[in-house]
């Protein structure tokens, strides 16, 4: 079957840097999206990665290994207004997205 | 004005009822997306819809149907709400022509069952 696994929650502090990691087994492999998601709101997109290696794009950025089914998202001068929920879903064989079920970032003083 | 615009944006309704949720965009794609969120799950797929005379089920379609009107407007029907549909509802849109081809949201209907 196919699935994504990412931590249900992370906390850290005003200022510092995160990495949010998400491990992924789908039936094929066309491209690895990441989406911000605040309470109650639409998910935006963040960043996508389908060759391996790390994009940057300003405070964010998102890394992949496609040998390891494996990406993280890392935030750095985390900002209070990052506190939100990280998404992470891979296009599978069929240009499908499949979802983790997020991860909630709380992001304290 | 957003470029995916669901209606309504909230909905109570009572267990048997029929509900219509509606999806239009301004974006010009052709695919078009109903996906449900429930807490601690991720979004599911509920019906997908490649073009206008192309109609797919996703993971969990049972008990919904879909109509896509226009290239611009694609509906989600509950036929007799269940509350086990309550649930935050979102339409989504892609081209897959362009680059990335991520999809875009709407600002979600949170549907209640009672």
């Known amino acids: 079957g196919q699935n994504i696994d990412q931590p249900t929650e992370m906390t850290a502090t005003e200022g510092a840097i995160v990495q949010i990691n998400c491990t992924y087994q789908t039936s094929g492999f066309n491209g690895l999206f990441w989406y911000q998601q605040h309470a109650g709101e639409a998910p935006t997109f963040l960043s996508y990665n389908v060759l391996d290696g790390l994009e940057e794009k300003g405070r964010f950025s998102s890394f992949l290994s496609r040998s390891k089914g494996y990406s993280y998202l890392l935030l750095k001068e985390l900002q209070m207004k990052d506190s939100a929920s990280y998404l992470c879903a891979v296009r599978d064989s069929n240009y499908q997205l499949i979802w983790g079920a997020g991860t909630k970032l709380i992001i304290k003083p | 004005d957003a470029d995916v615009t669901q209606t309504p944006r909230n909905r109570i309704t009572k267990t048997g009822k029929r509900i219509m949720l509606e999806c239009s965009q301004t974006k010009g794609h052709d695919r078009m997306y109903w996906y449900r969120q429930d807490p601690g799950l991720g979004l599911r797929l509920i019906y997908y819809s490649f073009d206008v005379k192309d109609i797919n089920k996703g993971e969990i379609s049972d008990g919904y149907s879909v109509s896509r009107q226009a290239q611009a407007k694609f509906s989600l029907s509950l036929e007799s709400a269940i509350p086990n549909q309550t649930a935050l509802y979102f339409c989504?849109?892609?081209?897959?022509?362009?680059?990335?081809?991520?999809?875009?949201f709407g600002q979600g209907t949170r549907l209640t069952v009672v």
């Open positions: 989504a849109t892609s081209d897959p022509g362009q680059g990335g081809a991520e999809a875009f």
